[in-house]
């Protein structure tokens, strides 16, 4: 914006004195700049009205210490606290192991007393299962009631009988029963969470897989190996006559989408001079370990 300011040319003439007025011109003068005569007062002056310039810089330095010492206690004090917690977590580590032992559940009682016992628990340590033979039941830990009256036990062969257990290594609970007419029927117990008002609870789940045969003729398993991956299954099986059968089974895609089941069986028995007591998989089932009764210890490559 611009103001106009009009200013007045007076001058002389021959006839005498007087005054000669110019037309009136317009000058152009930006809004803002002080008009002559008129007093102006800068920030700095005006603030050295009211402190000094020693008030004002002894105002601005404590100002900046204040939050660099605020700054740095706060940084000292973040890391006294991450030495308190990491001393608290290795503190344990020296300490001498304990056990306190609970009062004990429990389980509902069998027809027949069991072959083979398996237990499991779930990663928040709330949810146990006992695997008796083909019974299971579930346990709540902390509790004083057993997980029948809760979750009903339920008889997971009810056409046959349950002569081994085995548990596969690795994470989750993937499970295998050998049967006395030498089937392997797996079995995946899984664990989900839920909230109602603010409040966790465990449900768990059973899924059967499909029955595999332990070896081409039908005889009771006395010991069992299992381990399973997204793309394969593999057992080892000692049968009642001390053969010791390793059965895999492998998914195949077809050309049309589906998947079908591809089993290779291989007897281990001539490979072991002893009798075998004990038999494990590794992780991956790509080893298989088999200790004898002399304490000798067999493993294969698979």
Known sequence: MFRCVYGLNVGRTDEGQRMNVSPLTPAPALQGEPSPGRGHTSAPTLMEGFFTRRQIRSLTDGVTRFIIKTGGVSIILCILGMCVFLVKEVIPLFLPTQANLKEPITLSQLKNPAVSTLIGIDEHQELAYVLRDDSLEFVFIGENAAAISKVPSRGLLPDGTVTAL?????????????????????????????????????????????????????????????????????????????????????????????????????????????????????????LLAVGTADGKVYHFDL
């Open 166 to 286: 085995a548990r596969g290594l690795g994470k989750g609970h993937n499970l295998a029963l050998g049967t006395g007419d030498g089937r392997i029927v797996p079995v995946a117990i899984e664990f989900t969470q839920d909230f109602h008002d603010q409040e966790r609870s465990i449900a768990p789940s059973v899924k059967m897989g499909t029955p595999i045969a332990a070896a081409p003729t039908p005889q009771p398993i006395t010991k069992l190996a299992y381990q399973s991956t997204d793309s394969e299954m593999r057992v080892a099986a000692l049968l009642q006559d001390q053969h010791l059968w390793l059965t895999t089974s492998r998914s195949v895609s077809r050309p049309d989408g589906t998947t079908a089941a591809s089993t290779t069986q291989v007897d281990l028995t001539s490979n072991i001079p002893g009798q075998i007591t004990a038999l494990t998989l590794a992780s991956r089932g790509e």
